[in-house]
């Protein structure tokens, strides 16, 4: 409970309190006016908001608001004010204003909790969705491919033309590896927040080279240069995960070259960007991306350039497991102009990084 009365300046200010006033604000009353009073406690970003509910007041209409305030400590706390005002009917005019203060901090702490398992509910709906489309159509796609050209192959066979018969059993096989290949995709996505392997130190340096290895046959075939920096910090965490993040966007970097004619690829370490972590990119001068597609390119199965080889889920495999080393992952880029993925894992299993030391 409170009550504010206006002093000889005119000033509305806190004369008496009760209850829990000083444990929510931390401030005793004399404190408190000294400071500037109810105002100077209000958060920044709520002063418009408090300057609205004094107008009520000043109108003689009651007040029931919720806003932030910054205790004595520092530290940001939301309430529920519900304020009443004392008006002077002879004067026309607001000369005090008494009520009470309600600390609801835990309460909106549990709202944005919920509001935030809503938003990714529908963020899993929503993928759903897209896993049935990808589902129905992607695996459609072969399954009538093999269907048609099974019944090439039986008429092919009877007439006895060999070399058409090898073309129907070839077109057979690029269907299946299609189909294994999604199939794959979708295992290793199902599988990334549940089976996890041990996490260990990492040399990431090493963890290039691996990745560069297993990639050689594209980047020869397609002529691009790999420019690796010289030295890596060690990072925590799964070890195999990480060599899928190196192998996807490395991968995918040589697939989006366009006509470039000196097609390259940078892995090196940015600046780190917050406690525990370490930034690393992989840059290219392909196509690019333009900027209304930043974020739609690690959505799942979401893909560009349906010319483009592949089945749209290499950038959600990405974000995925970056996300379960607590770290984050994002792209800067200009249509035409390459691209940067950047991505930050931790160098250790500290509080920091919040990434277990051990797996169930």
């Known amino acids: 409970m409170f009550s504010n009365v206006q002093n000889e300046k005119g000033d509305i200010v ?30 920044p970003d709520d002063l418009e908001k408090d300057a609205r509910d004094m107008e009520q007041l000043r109108n003689n209409v009651n007040v029931v608001s919720e806003l932030r305030t910054i205790r004595k400590d520092g530290t940001i706390h939301w309430v529920r004010n519900y304020a009443h005002p004392v008006w002077d009917a002879q004067r026309n005019e607001l000369i005090g ?19 935030d398992l809503i938003h990714e509910l529908e963020a899993k709906n929503a993928e759903l969705e897209q896993f049935t489309y990808t589902i129905s159509h992607d695996l459609k796609a072969p399954i009538i491919t093999i269907k048609g050209f099974l019944g090439f192959l039986s008429r092919d066979a009877r007439s006895g033309n060999v070399e058409r018969l090898e073309r129907d059993i070839l077109r057979i096989s690029e269907a299946t590896d299609k189909m294994h290949k999604l199939l794959n995709d979708l295992l290793e996505l199902s599988r990334i927040g549940r089976m996890m392997n041990q996490p260990i130190e990492i040399d990431f340096g090493e963890l290039v080279v691996a990745a560069r290895d297993i990639l050689q046959g594209r980047f020869e075939e397609r002529g691009v240069e790999l420019i690796v920096a010289e030295t890596f910090p060690r990072v925590y965490g799964d070890r195999q995960r990480v060599l899928e993040i190196l192998q996807n966007l490395l991968d995918n970097a040589a697939k989006f070259m366009g006509e470039q004619q000196q097609p390259r690829i940078e892995v090196g370490q940015a600046r780190s960007t917050r406690d525990g972590f370490a930034t690393f990119h992989v840059r290219d001068n392909g196509i690019g991306v333009a900027p209304q597609y930043h974020d739609k390119i690690f959505g799942l199965f979401d893909r560009l350039s349906p010319e483009v080889e592949g089945t749209g889920m290499g950038l959600a495999l990405v974000l995925r497991i970056v996300e379960f080393h607590v770290g984050k992952v994002w792209v800067e880029s200009e249509a035409g102009e390459g691209a940067a993925f950047y991505f930050t894992l931790p160098l250790s299993p500290s509080s920091d990084s919040g990434l277990p030391a051990t797996v169930p």
């Open 97 to 115: 204003i008494y009520g009470a203060v309600q600390d609801i901090t835990e309460q909106k702490r549990i709202e944005q909790e919920r509001e």
């Open 14 to 43: 806190l004369n008496w309190v009760a209850g829990a006033f000083e444990q929510i604000s931390g401030y005793t009353v004399e404190e408190f006016n000294a400071r500037g009073g109810w105002l100077a406690t209000v958060y």
